[in-house]
């Protein structure tokens, strides 16, 4: 069962959630709290004096990159390999010149390494909310500009290229929520458990 809860700030949405929180533990029940990274320090303070220190050990507060580590630890993906900032922008670079000669809104004759920060900015983002180079393609047919549709073209191409380079070696940070889905449909991780999400004022698709 899911159940939101909705109030305005301030409110005892937070307080609502301890609440419940207590009482799963109450009955035996492991607690998963999904938390953003930069409110970590809130909730283990509020773990350690709001709660019975034997409670503690039932309680598991994560944002959800450390929710993909705890998952990886228990069911396989540590072992993987993760590229770079400096590696990505290798990667991007070479991605950009092995289609140089298709592009039409991002072709260049000289330097297509001044491209090469925006196109990873903008992979990263298509990858957060899970669209993929046919997606870009698909969109790109679609477009009524003519400028639009050269650049969402040219992202599709850029992008095809960049995880076909990426694959034949290290992973890229940007598919690890890809790999926790993954993770989370073939096994049961949350069995026995009841799960939380608290403090978050966004979520992207994937989230």
Not at 44 to 72: C, G, Q, W, Y
Not at 81 to 92: C, F, G, K, P, V
Not at 99 to 126: G, H, I, Q, W
Not at 176 to 203: H, M, Q, R
Request: overall charge negative.
């Amino acid at each position: 069962m899911i159940e939101f809860v909705f109030g305005r700030e301030p409110s005892s949405k937070t307080e609502y959630v301890i609440e419940k929180m207590k009482s799963a533990l109450a009955v035996g029940k492991r607690c998963v709290l999904i938390i953003p990274e930069q409110q970590a320090l809130f909730w283990d303070t509020a773990v350690a004096e709001r709660f019975d220190p034997t409670d503690s050990f039932s309680i598991e507060v994560v944002s959800f990159k450390r929710l993909a580590n705890s998952v990886f630890r228990t069911f396989g993906g540590c072992a993987k390999t993760y590229i770079s900032d400096a590696e990505r922008s290798l990667l991007m670079w070479s991605a950009i010149v092995s289609v140089s000669d298709k592009l039409k809104a991002f072709k260049s004759t000289d330097r297509e390494d001044r491209y090469v920060p925006l196109m990873c900015r903008a992979v990263s983002e298509t990858k957060l909310y899970g669209i993929g180079p046919r997606e870009l393609m698909e969109a790109s047919e679609k477009a009524k500009s003519p400028s639009l549709c050269a650049r969402l073209h040219d992202l599709s191409l850029i992008s095809a290229a960049y995880d076909t380079l990426l694959h034949s070696g290290k992973e890229d940070p940007e598919d690890i929520p890809d790999a926790l889905c993954k993770a989370l449909e073939n096994n049961d991780y949350f069995s026995g458990s009841c799960v939380f999400i608290d403090s978050f004022l966004t979520l992207t698709p994937k989230e």
